[in-house]
T-cell receptor, first 118, second 111 residues
Framework: GAGVSQSPSNKVTEKGKDVELRCDPISGHTALYWYRQRLGQGLEFLIYFQGNSAPDKSGLPSDRFSAERTGESVSTLTIQRTQQEDSAVYLC????????????????FGPGTRLTVL | GQNIDQPTEMTATEGAIVQINCTYQTSGFNGLFWYQQHAGEAPTFLSYNVLDGLEEKGRFSSFLSRSKGYSYLLLKELQMKDSASYLCAALTKAAGNKLTFGGGTRVLVKP
C-alpha cells in the first residue's frame, strides 16, 4: 500500500515569505508527527497529533510555526515569515495507536521536505 | 523531561561487530525503538523492545534493560551499506505517548 507522502520534496524560498508543507499519512493511522532535521543533526520533535486529542505542540520553536490536521488525514505545517535558520528537512511520520493511545510499533516516515531559506 | 543519550559517531571495519549504546531517563516508559537513517533519506524502523532482553533480527539485534534505562543495538558482520545514522527513541507516557528521539549515532564502516 501507499506510504507516507510529503509535498513538496524541495522548497526554496526567500527570507520573510510564508511556506506550507503537506503530509499525507498512511490511511488509518491516527497518530501523526512532524519533525525537523538540520544537516547532520538528530530529529527535533515539532508537533504530534494523536487521534482526536488536542495536539501536542510543545516542540514548535516559535509562534511562526503552526500545524493543522483534518480529521485523521492530511496535515499541513505552516512557517510564517521564514528565517534562514528554518532551513532544514521537515519529516512527517504516522503510526497506529493502541487502545491506551500509545504509538503502536513503528512510525512510518515520509521522504521529507527540504526547505531552503535564502 | 525526557533525556536520551547515545554516542555521536562510531567507526568500524567491514565484517566486524559494532554495539551502539543508548541510555534514557524517562518516566512512564513504554518501549524503545531503533531506526536507521541513510544520508539524505528518511529513517526506517529497525526494532522495538518493550520487555527486557535481546531481540534478534538477522544481523541486527537490540537489547533492553528497563531497570537500567539502557538499550543497545548490535550490528554484526558489518557491510559497507550499514554506514548510516542509528536513532534511538523512547516511547513514554509522560511525553503523551509519543516518541522522543536521541541525537543519533553516525556509524562509518571502513573496508
Amino acid at each position: 500500500g501507499a506510504g507516507v507522502s510529503q509535498s513538496p520534496s524541495n522548497k526554496v524560498t526567500e527570507k520573510g515569505k510564508d511556506v506550507e508543507l503537506r503530509c499525507d499519512p498512511i490511511s488509518g493511522h491516527t497518530a501523526l508527527y512532524w519533525y525537523r532535521q538540520r544537516l547532520g543533526q538528530g530529529l527535533e520533535f515539532l508537533i504530534y497529533f494523536q487521534g482526536n486529542s488536542a495536539p501536542d505542540k510543545s516542540g514548535l520553536p516559535s509562534d511562526r510555526f503552526s500545524a493543522e490536521r483534518t480529521g485523521e488525514s492530511v496535515s499541513t505545517l505552516t512557517i510564517q515569515r521564514t528565517q534562514q535558520e528554518d532551513s532544514a528537512v521537515y519529516l512527517c511520520a504516522s503510526s497506529l495507536l493502541n487502545r491506551q493511545g500509545a504509538t503502536l510499533n513503528e512510525q512510518f516516515f515520509g521522504p521529507g521536505t527540504r526547505l531552503t531559506v535564502l | 523531561g525526557q533525556n536520551i543519550d547515545q554516542p555521536t559517531e562510531m567507526t568500524a571495519t567491514e565484517g566486524a561487530i559494532v554495539q551502539i549504546n543508548c541510555t534514557y531517563q524517562t518516566s512512564g516508559f513504554n518501549g524503545l525503538f531503533w531506526y536507521q537513517q541513510h544520508a539524505g533519506e528518511a529513517p526506517t524502523f529497525l526494532s522495538y523492545n518493550v520487555l527486557d532482553g535481546l531481540e534478534e533480527k538477522g544481523r541486527f539485534s537490540s537489547f533492553l534493560s528497563r531497570s537500567k534505562g539502557y538499550s543497545y543495538l548490535l550490528l554484526k558482520e558489518l557491510q559497507m551499506k550499514d554506514s548510516a545514522s542509528y536513532l534511538c527513541a523512547a516511547l513514554t507516557k509522560a511525553a503523551g505517548n509519543k516518541l522522543t528521539f536521541g541525537g543519533g549515532t553516525r556509524v562509518l564502516v571502513k573496508p
